[in-house]
C-alpha cells in the first residue's frame, strides 16, 4: 500500500463517460438503474465533493461514488483499473471520500458488495471495515404494486 502517486480528485459531468467505460470493463461491478449518463449527473451534482476519480494524466483509472442522504453515507462503484491496483489507489480513493463524508458530519458509512466479489471483501476486510452479519437488506422496485404480505 501507500504506492499510490495520483491523488483523488472531484468527479465532473464530463469524467461520466470516462467511468462508464472503465466500470463497464471490470467483472464484478454491478451496474444498474442510476449508472445511465443523466442519473450519473444528477448523482455528481448532489455529491459534489464525495464523488473522486483518479487520474493518470486525463485517464480515468479509479472511481468512488460517495452519497450522504442526510444520515448516512453510502459509497457505491469503488473501482481501479486492473493495471493500478495493490498500490493503495482503492485505499486513497475511500480515505478522502471518508475526509469528504467527516467535513459533512457523516458518523458511519455503508456499502453493498456481491457476495461472489472476493477481491472487494478482502480488499474492505484488509482496510479496516466491518462485516456486517446483523443485517439483511431488503429491495423493491417503487413502481411495484402492493403486494400485501408474501409470506
Ligand atoms: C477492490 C479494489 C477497488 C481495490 O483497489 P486497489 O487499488 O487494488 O486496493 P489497495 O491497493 O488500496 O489495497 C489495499 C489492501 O486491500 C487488500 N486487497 C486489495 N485487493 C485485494 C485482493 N484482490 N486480494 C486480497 N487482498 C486485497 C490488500 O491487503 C491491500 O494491501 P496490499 O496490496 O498492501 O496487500 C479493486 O480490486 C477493484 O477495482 N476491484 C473491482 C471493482 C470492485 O469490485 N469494486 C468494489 C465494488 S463494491
Redesign the pocket.
Known sequence: ????SWVPEPAQSNDIKAMLDL?RS?????LGWGDEEDRLQVFLARNPSTCQVLKDGARVI?TILGGYDGRRGY????????D???????????KKVTEEFTKLGVKKIH????GT????I??????GWLLRGDIKVFTRDTDETEKGCGC
Open positions: 500500500m501507500g504506492r499510490c466500470w471490470i467483472p464484478g461491478l454491478g479509479g459509497v457505491y462503484h469503488l473501482a481501479v483499473h486492473p493500478y491496483r495493490r498500490r493503495g489507489c482503492g485505499t486513497a480513493l475511500v456499502l453493498f458488495v456481491f466479489n472476493e477481491a472487494a478482502k480488499f474492505y476486510q484488509c482496510t
